[in-house]
């Protein structure tokens, strides 16, 4: 079995060769699979790398826990513990983590730490989540912003001005006060990152959730670098600039 994280980051001829020599090992009936794994845009890379890819292989959709899971997910690593979850606790580490696997990972054990005695309540949780967001800011979506440029960071800004969920590219690019083709190789850029993601065509959404309010909170005010035009010089060498 060859397994592979993050397949969106393998260039389109690693991803192509990848394919294809699953392909060949399916026809000789080898005992050899593959598993990736990835944003959503992994099933639309495949079949740019190979039109058979969708063919090829099954693409299930992994996103955040639903209730029941995250409450299972909190509630028994504690019970092992020989520690309670109260069901308000639950129920507010849910609304707070989006049931997002990692969030309720560091959600939980920062309500363990400040929680005393054998049970962990809302008050608890409720008490965590500084640590937790402080957490999650200066690390987990601290090192998302850094590797975005200045007009990447600003894009990103006018989508969590939006809102949180997927948003058009032309009301992002309006709410930055320019055209959808100024700011379209931006979106593209984005994605080709991995900080956003297309749900729907047309649409972009943020690949994890809450980051819009960390970027409220990182970049109180939306601010859209000003284009730089190209002017026209004259050395004498009859070109311009």
Same mark, same amino acid.
């Given at each position: 079995?060859?397994l592979?994280?993050?397949?969106?980051?393998l260039?389109?001829?690693?991803?192509e060769a990848?394919?294809q020599?699953?392909?060949?090992t399916?026809?000789?009936?080898?005992p050899?699979?593959?598993?990736g794994?990835?944003?959503?845009?992994?099933?639309?890379l495949?079949?740019?790398a190979? =039109?058979?890819?969708?063919?090829?292989?099954?693409?299930p959709?992994i996103?955040?826990l639903?209730?029941?899971?995250a409450h299972?997910?909190?509630?028994?690593?504690?019970?092992?513990?020989?520690?309670?979850f109260?069901?308000a606790?639950?129920?507010?580490?849910?609304?707070?983590?989006?049931?997002y696997?990692?969030?309720?990972?560091?959600?939980g054990?920062?309500?363990?730490?400040?929680?005393?005695g054998?049970s962990?309540?809302?008050e608890?949780?409720?008490?965590?989540r500084?640590?937790y967001?402080?957490?999650?800011d200066?690390?987990?979506?601290?090192?998302r912003?850094d590797r975005?440029?200045?007009?990447q960071?600003a894009?990103?800004?006018a989508?969590?001005?939006?809102?949180?969920?997927?948003?058009?590219?032309?009301?992002?690019a309006?709410?930055?006060g320019?055209?959808?083709?100024q700011?379209?190789p931006?979106?593209a850029?984005l994605?080709?990152m991995?900080?956003?993601?297309?749900p729907?065509?047309?649409?972009?959404?943020?690949?994890?959730p809450?980051?819009?309010?960390?970027?409220?909170?990182?970049?109180?005010?939306?601010?859209v670098?000003?284009?730089?035009r190209?002017?026209r010089?004259?050395?004498? =060498?009859?070109t =311009?600039?």
């Amino acid at each position: 079995m060859i397994l592979v994280d993050e397949v969106q980051f393998l260039r389109k001829t690693q991803l192509e060769a990848v394919i294809q020599g699953i392909h060949k090992t399916v026809q000789r009936k080898l005992p050899i699979t593959f598993v990736g794994a990835g944003l959503p845009q992994i099933a639309e890379l495949a079949g740019d790398a190979k =039109s058979y890819a969708e063919r090829l292989f099954t693409f299930p959709g992994i996103g955040s826990l639903d209730e029941s899971a995250a409450h299972r997910a909190l509630a028994g690593a504690a019970e092992q513990e020989g520690v309670t979850f109260e069901h308000a606790a639950l129920e507010l580490a849910v609304q707070i983590t989006q049931g997002y696997p990692y969030f309720l990972q560091e959600l939980g054990y920062q309500a363990w730490e400040v929680a005393e005695g054998e049970s962990i309540s809302r008050e608890d949780v409720e008490v965590a989540r500084e640590a937790y967001d402080a957490k999650l800011d200066s690390s987990f979506f601290r090192v998302r912003l850094d590797r975005a440029t200045a007009l990447q960071t600003a894009y990103m800004r006018a989508m969590a001005e939006l809102g949180p969920e997927p948003h058009k590219a032309g009301d992002v690019a309006r709410s930055m006060g320019r055209e959808s083709t100024q700011v379209g190789p931006t979106r593209a850029e984005l994605i080709n990152m991995g900080l956003l993601f297309t749900p729907s065509h047309g649409y972009a959404a943020f690949t994890v959730p809450n980051f819009d309010g960390f970027l409220r909170r990182a970049i109180p005010h939306l601010e859209v670098p000003t284009t730089r035009r190209r002017g026209r010089r004259d050395d004498g =060498s009859g070109t =311009s600039e």
